[in-house]
């Protein structure tokens, strides 16, 4: 053997030695029931909503202790006669800064005033637990014999630092309950927000939402200071001051902003607000109304068709008290909004004591052609304007005034996740104003929220295939082809349904025959079953893979089925075409030629088409509620007047009644049934008359079986 080969295999021995001896010292931190305690200064409750240490020291204990089948101690001091998991606390960290230092003989998990992110990124990074919803349904808990932790140190910290959603709005919806299996009660509502506040490991908001309105200038101002709010017209067309006697009826107090209330009533509040919290919001009160006096008038926009016309007034007034704060040597932030009418950017500088935050609309603009990439610059161009990263506040909540979609899950984490991952560049957090009918229905936006808050490149992909497997099993595609197909629908054709205008395209809540007839058809119904029958199918009887399915029809499935059927069951043309042939004929009308079975064919082009008229002159009773019901279907109505379209009216000659609503009456729609109640007047006139076709309005009608019928 040469002398170079003597020394390679020398060298080789040696590397081998060492590494073996690394391998068998290295370095692991091995937890067993019986041989650790939990470290934690148990007088710290913290923060009611988020915890402290107390707090983060039971769901370690209860965690882990369920993990190991065992009970885990909680002591105020190392005993040492055991391994440690010690909760610590660093003044100088950061809010959710957390470093985990594990040495073979125990692991201190360290953080700053978010004591309970550190032991849920402990028990996720190192025992494979996962948070998706709290209850054990939502919850995964690997069972284990013991734990091995790798030693070293672990440096956390959320690239969001604002990471907030509508979980304190008290706007959720109804939560399920863990008692049984109805809702839950207020109490344990409570409770189940307070964990999973924490476990989805939000922030404490930073307010910027009409913060004006907290000073109550209204109760204090109203009376002494009229000159304080705004110059208004009512609808009768008189002036008043919106003081404490003032006839608005909508967000009361609106304020005059060249009044002087912000060169000493909000520069005072500004003050005491920074001397109390560190910042002080004053971002006008909702609803903002154009005052008309006429120095607010002379500080509007030029153009009077400007929906920010208030631009450069809001800014205006928040610049220069942030500058007079600072020329006063007061520390702290201004936080104001770019928020309608003083949503774009002005011309004056923004200094750097003032936090923008911009109202956009959010992941659901994905749905709508450019809506998306319009927001997005917007926000961009702001963070150029202040030098530095802003934060937004986002709708992809349920706010419609009307339907609220409600029966509908809003499952849409792909969407959450490009976009809070793609803005990572302009933006330091965001709130998601994200209401609901069920709290349920946004768990996994609200999962995939939290983790792209923490860390934007999170891999979704992987984290959505992880979530179907370890909460569904083998009935994991199936779960997920379901869930895709949710977002599919909600981002395309809920959030982002746009309806053809004489203005062009418009984005609109679906109406119900929309959502019921069109979107959610009896065959996505079906669909969506058989997604879920296939996945029961898969899962072994009684399994936590089969009890999770079976909450997901019973909270995702079932109400959309319900509320399908009872659509349905009003407006089917051939399910009450059914139900009427059981039931006897009461209406007041004589002869057939509007009850009937026979198609009324009334075309809108032809004005002699277009209605048909019969007399119920003496027909009707005074103060007599009646029903009124057809079948109509109509094809490409187009409305050419204030209520235009097809549909029958019905009037004593006194007062009237049009139906269907202005949303069903134009458009093309197949055979629909339609029912409404109708009270007549206390004198009913001569010239009653029923009256069918279309009015006001182009395009065909067909009518049947036209009934008006005394309720009982």
Same mark, same amino acid.
């Given at each position: 053997?040469?002398?170079?080969?003597?020394?390679?295999?020398?060298?080789?021995?040696?590397?081998?030695?060492?590494?073996?001896?690394?391998?068998?010292?290295?370095?692991?931190?091995?937890?067993?029931?019986?041989?650790?305690?939990?470290?934690?200064?148990?007088?710290?409750?913290? @923060? *009611?909503?988020?915890?402290?240490?107390?707090?983060?020291?039971?769901?370690?204990? @209860?965690?882990?202790?369920?993990?190991?089948?065992?009970?885990?101690?909680?002591?105020?001091?190392?005993?040492?006669?055991?391994?440690?998991?010690?909760?610590?606390?660093?003044?100088?960290?950061?809010?959710?800064?957390?470093?985990?230092?594990?040495?073979?003989?125990?692991? @201190?998990?360290?953080?700053?005033?978010?004591?309970?992110?550190?032991?849920?990124?402990?028990? $996720?990074?190192?025992?494979?637990?996962?948070?998706?919803?709290?209850?054990?349904?939502?919850?995964?808990?690997?069972?284990?014999?013991?734990?091995?932790?790798?030693?070293?140190?672990?440096?956390?910290?959320?690239?969001?630092?604002?990471?907030?959603?509508?979980?304190?709005?008290?706007?959720?919806?109804?939560?399920?309950?863990?008692?049984? #299996?109805?809702?839950?009660? &207020?109490?344990?509502?409570?409770?189940?927000?307070?964990?999973?506040?924490?476990?989805?490991?939000?922030?404490?908001?930073?307010?910027?939402?009409? +913060?004006?309105?907290?000073?109550?200038? !209204?109760?204090?101002?109203?009376?002494?200071?009229?000159?304080?709010?705004?110059?208004?017209?009512?609808?009768?067309?008189?002036?008043?001051? @919106? %003081?404490?006697?003032?006839?608005?009826?909508?967000?009361?107090?609106?304020?005059?902003?060249?009044?002087?209330?912000? $060169?000493?009533?909000?520069?005072?509040?500004?003050?005491?607000?920074?001397?109390?919290?560190?910042?002080?919001?004053?971002?006008?009160? #909702?609803?903002?109304?154009?005052?008309?006096?006429?120095?607010?008038?002379?500080?509007?926009?030029?153009?009077?068709?400007?929906?920010?016309?208030?631009?450069?007034?809001?800014?205006?007034?928040?610049?220069?008290?942030?500058?007079?704060?600072?020329?006063?040597?007061?520390?702290?932030?201004?936080?104001?909004?770019?928020?309608?009418?003083?949503?774009?950017? *002005?011309?004056?500088?923004?200094?750097?004591?003032?936090?923008?935050?911009?109202?956009?609309?959010?992941?659901?603009?994905?749905?709508?052609?450019?809506?998306?990439?319009?927001?997005?610059?917007?926000?961009?161009?702001?963070?150029?304007?202040?030098?530095?990263?802003?934060?937004?506040?986002?709708?992809?909540?349920?706010?419609?005034?009307?339907?609220?979609?409600?029966?509908?899950?809003?499952?849409?984490?792909?969407?959450?996740?490009?976009?809070?991952?793609?803005?990572?560049?302009?933006?330091?957090?965001?709130?998601?104003?994200?209401?609901?009918?069920?709290?349920?229905?946004?768990?996994?936006?609200?999962?995939?929220?939290?983790?792209?808050?923490?860390?934007?490149?999170?891999?979704?992909?992987?984290?959505?295939?992880?979530?179907?497997?370890?909460?569904?099993?083998?009935?994991?595609?199936?779960?997920?082809?379901?869930? %895709?197909? !949710?977002?599919?629908?909600?981002?395309?054709?809920?959030?982002?349904?746009?309806?053809?205008? #004489?203005?062009? &395209?418009?984005?609109?809540? &679906?109406?119900?025959?929309?959502?019921?007839?069109?979107?959610?058809? &009896?065959?996505?119904?079906?669909?969506? #079953?058989?997604?879920?029958?296939?996945?029961?199918?898969?899962?072994?009887?009684?399994?936590?893979?089969?009890?999770?399915?079976?909450?997901?029809?019973?909270?995702?499935?079932?109400?959309?089925?319900?509320?399908?059927?009872?659509?349905?069951?009003?407006? %089917?043309?051939?399910?009450?075409?059914?139900?009427?042939?059981?039931?006897?004929?009461?209406?007041?009308?004589?002869?057939?030629?509007?009850?009937?079975?026979?198609?009324?064919?009334?075309?809108?082009?032809?004005?002699?088409?277009?209605?048909?008229?019969?007399?119920?002159?003496?027909?009707?009773?005074?103060?007599? $509620?009646?029903?009124?019901?057809?079948?109509?279907?109509?094809?490409?109505?187009?409305?050419?007047?204030?209520?235009?379209?097809?549909?029958?009216?019905?009037?004593? +000659?006194?007062?009237?009644?049009?139906?269907?609503?202005?949303?069903?009456?134009?458009?093309?729609?197949?055979?629909?049934?339609?029912?409404?109640?109708?009270?007549?007047?206390?004198?009913?006139?001569?010239?009653?008359?029923?009256?069918?076709?279309?009015?006001?309005?182009?395009?065909?009608?067909?009518?049947?079986?036209?009934?008006?019928?005394?309720?009982?």
């Amino acid at each position: 053997m040469t002398h170079k080969k003597s020394m390679l295999v020398l060298l080789i021995a040696v590397v081998a030695i060492a590494a073996s001896v690394f391998c068998a010292s290295a370095a692991e931190l091995v937890l067993a029931p019986g041989n650790f305690e939990i470290v934690a200064d148990t007088s710290d409750a913290g @923060d *009611p909503k988020f915890g402290g240490t107390a707090f983060a020291a039971k769901e370690l204990k @209860d965690l882990l202790g369920e993990a190991f089948g065992a009970e885990i101690p909680v002591v105020v001091k190392a005993t040492g006669t055991k391994k440690t998991l010690a909760l610590l606390v660093d003044p100088s960290f950061e809010r959710d800064q957390i470093r985990i230092t594990v040495r073979k003989n125990g692991a @201190d998990i360290v953080t700053g005033k978010g004591k309970t992110c550190g032991v849920y990124e402990f028990l $996720e990074r190192f025992a494979g637990m996962r948070f998706y919803f709290p209850g054990p349904l939502g919850t995964i808990v690997p069972r284990r014999s013991e734990l091995k932790v790798p030693c070293g140190t672990v440096d956390v910290k959320p690239d969001y630092t604002q990471r907030s959603c509508d979980m304190n709005w008290g706007l959720n919806g109804r939560w399920y309950s863990l008692k049984g #299996d109805g809702y839950a009660e &207020p109490e344990e509502v409570t409770n189940l927000l307070r964990l999973a506040r924490a476990r989805m490991r939000l922030a404490p908001r930073l307010m910027c939402c009409h +913060g004006l309105n907290k000073f109550r200038y !209204l109760e204090r101002f109203g009376k002494t200071n009229p000159e304080y709010f705004a110059l208004m017209k009512g609808v009768d067309g008189s002036v008043f001051r @919106d %003081d404490a006697n003032s006839k608005w009826t909508g967000h009361r107090g609106q304020l005059c902003h060249t009044s002087g209330i912000w $060169e000493k009533e909000i520069y005072a509040d500004a003050v005491r607000a920074i001397a109390a919290d560190g910042y002080v919001d004053v971002m006008a009160q #909702d609803g903002m109304r154009k005052c008309l006096c006429e120095r607010c008038m002379a500080a509007y926009s030029k153009d009077p068709d400007d929906p920010q016309y208030a631009t450069e007034l809001i800014w205006g007034n928040t610049v220069r008290l942030a500058n007079r704060l600072s020329a006063a040597g007061i520390p702290g932030v201004v936080t104001q909004m770019a928020y309608h009418p003083y949503g774009n950017i *002005p011309s004056v500088e923004i200094p750097s004591n003032v936090m923008v935050m911009v109202a956009k609309t959010g992941p659901w603009a994905a749905g709508v052609p450019g809506k998306l990439d319009q927001d997005n610059a917007g926000i961009r161009a702001w963070a150029r304007k202040c030098g530095h990263r802003v934060w937004i506040w986002n709708y992809a909540g349920k706010f419609g005034k009307k339907q609220k979609n409600v029966d509908i899950p809003q499952m849409t984490p792909r969407a959450i996740a490009r976009y809070y991952s793609s803005l990572s560049d302009a933006i330091f957090g965001s709130y998601l104003e994200s209401r609901t009918d069920r709290w349920i229905y946004n768990y996994l936006n609200y999962y995939v929220y939290n983790k792209v808050s923490w860390n934007v490149k999170t891999d979704v992909e992987a984290l959505l295939a992880e979530h179907d497997r370890l909460m569904f099993g083998a009935a994991a595609s199936e779960i997920r082809a379901y869930y %895709d197909r !949710l977002e599919d629908f909600w981002i395309h054709r809920i959030s982002g349904n746009i309806v053809e205008t #004489d203005l062009g &395209p418009v984005v609109r809540e &679906p109406t119900e025959y929309q959502k019921w007839v069109d979107i959610f058809t &009896p065959a996505v119904i079906a669909e969506f #079953d058989g997604y879920l029958s296939r996945a029961a199918a898969k899962v072994p009887p009684a399994s936590m893979e089969a009890r999770r399915i079976a909450f997901i029809r019973k909270n995702f499935y079932d109400p959309m089925k319900a509320a399908s059927d009872k659509y349905l069951d009003k407006v %089917d043309a051939a399910r009450n075409e059914i139900a009427r042939a059981g039931r006897e004929n009461r209406s007041i009308l004589k002869g057939t030629r509007f009850d009937a079975p026979e198609e009324i064919e009334l075309d809108g082009a032809e004005p002699r088409f277009k209605t048909r008229k019969q007399s119920i002159a003496g027909l009707l009773k005074p103060d007599t $509620e009646y029903i009124v019901s057809f079948f109509m279907r109509h094809t490409n109505v187009v409305a050419k007047a204030h209520n235009g379209g097809a549909g029958v009216f019905v009037t004593d +000659g006194k007062k009237g009644c049009l139906f269907p609503t202005p949303a069903e009456r134009t458009g093309s729609r197949g055979w629909m049934y339609y029912e409404t109640k109708y009270r007549t007047s206390p004198e009913p006139g001569k010239n009653s008359f029923v009256q069918l076709g279309v009015s006001g309005a182009v395009g065909k009608a067909w009518f049947k079986g036209l009934r008006i019928e005394e309720a009982k």
